[in-house]
C-alpha cells in the first residue's frame, strides 16, 4: 500500500489519509514557519532513543572519562609532601623510599609483578621500602649476581634506614628485581623493602625502629 510522509512531522501515512495522524496537517502542506520542530510521535521512537544515537558517535569519550575516573577512585594518592595519603594501585616503578604497602595475593619467586597496594604506613601493612638502586651490568645478571648486590648496597641500606645491621635485626629484607625483558628495555633497577616475619599487618613505619 502506497504511503506518503508529512513534511511538518515526518510521521509515515496511508495513501488515504488526506491528512496527517499524527499532527494533523493537511497533505502536501508545508508547515508554517511558527511552529518550529514538531515533537517525533511516542510510538516512532522510544525515549532516550535520539540521546542514545547522538551519545554512541562520542563512546570514546565516554571511556576515557570511565577510566580516568576509574584511576582516580582506584589508585593510590599522596600528600603534598609525597608520603601516601590513600590506599590504592601504584605501579612498582613509582614506589619511593618509605611508602608502606602490600603485594596482590600470594607471590611465587618467578613471577612478574608490575602493581602493588600502596597504604598509608598508619594503615595495616606488610612490607615498606627502604631503597632503591641500580644495578651496574652489561648484560643481565645471573641470580648470584643479584643476591651479590643485595649483599653489598640493600644491606648496607638497611642498617642505615633501620638503625640497626641486618645481622642483628629481627626484620628481614624483601626486593624487587627487573625481568630480562624489563632490563632490556632499560629499567636496571632494584628497589629493597624491610618487612617483620613476624607480623603482616603493621601500623606504623620501621624507619628508625632499631629492631
Not at 532516550?48 to 577510566?67: C, D, E, K, S
Not at 589508585?75 to 616503578?93: E, H, P, V, Y
Not at 595495616?124 to 643476591?147: K, N, Q
Not at 642505615?160 to 629484607?173: K, W
Amino acid at each position: 500500500m502506497a504511503r506518503w510522509v508529512c513534511l511538518r512531522c515526518f510521521a509515515s501515512n496511508e495513501e488515504a489519509f488526506a491528512a496527517c495522524q499524527s499532527c494533523g496537517l493537511p497533505r502536501g502542506e508545508q508547515p508554517a514557519a511558527e511552529d518550529g520542530p514538531f515533537p517525533v510521535a511516542a510510538e516512532e521512537t522510544s525515549p532516550g532513543g535520539r540521546w542514545i544515537q547522538r551519545l554512541g558517535r562520542f563512546w570514546w569519550v565516554i571511556l576515557v572519562v570511565a577510566v580516568s575516573v576509574g584511576g582516580l577512585i582506584f589508585n593510590a594518592q599522596r600528600d603534598d609532601d609525597g608520603s601516601i595519603s590513600r590506599s590504592g594501585n601504584l605501579a612498582i616503578s613509582d614506589l619511593r623510599v618509605g611508602d608502606c604497602f602490600d603485594l596482590k595475593g600470594e607471590l611465587d619467586e618467578d613471577e612478574a609483578v608490575d602493581e602493588i597496594t600502596a597504604r598509608p604506613c598508619t594503615e595495616p601493612h606488610e612490607f615498606e621500602l627502604m631503597h632503591i638502586g641500580t644495578v651496574a651490568s652489561a648484560t643481565y645478571p645471573a641470580d648470584a649476581a643479584f643476591v651479590t648486590w643485595l649483599d653489598e648496597n640493600c644491606l648496607p641500606a638497611f642498617a642505615e634506614y633501620i638503625g640497626r645491621s641486618y645481622s642483628e635485626s629481627a626484620l628481614d629484607v624483601f626486593w624487587f628485581q627487573p625481568t630480562r625483558e624489563g632490563w632490556d628495555a632499560g629499567d636496571h633497577s632494584v628497589q629493597c623493602a624491610v618487612f617483620d616475619p613476624a607480623n603482616d599487618e603493621l601500623t606504623g613505619a620501621l624507619r628508625g625502629a632499631a629492631r
